[in-house]
């Protein structure tokens, strides 16, 4: 259940229970979710392109935000570690 509450499916004092007794397919099919936030950035990108073309509209400017978040990832190697030829 800790898993679906990082993917932000439930809020973690909520009660849920899945279907089956497989702790591996209880982790695909969390897994496989797509969070609530991202799904609605999607749909409503999907309703807006939609009535784009519906309108006639091949291309659109927009200041829609961009609802995904850089991020920025570093490794720190010792040198004696590494070993190239």
Do not use: H, M
Not at 23 to 35: S, T, Y
Request: glycine share 10%; charged share 20%.
């Amino acid at each position: 259940l800790e898993l679906c509450a990082l993917q932000s499916l439930i809020e973690p004092e909520e009660y849920l229970e899945l279907d089956g007794l497989s702790d591996g397919d209880w982790r695909e099919r969390i897994g496989n979710a797509v969070p609530p936030d991202a799904a609605e950035a999607i749909g409503e990108a999907f309703g807006t392109t939609l009535l784009l073309v519906w309108s006639g509209q091949t291309y659109s400017i927009g200041k829609t935000p961009i609802w995904v978040r850089n991020s920025l990832a570093a490794l720190s190697v010792a040198q004696g570690d590494f070993n190239v030829q």
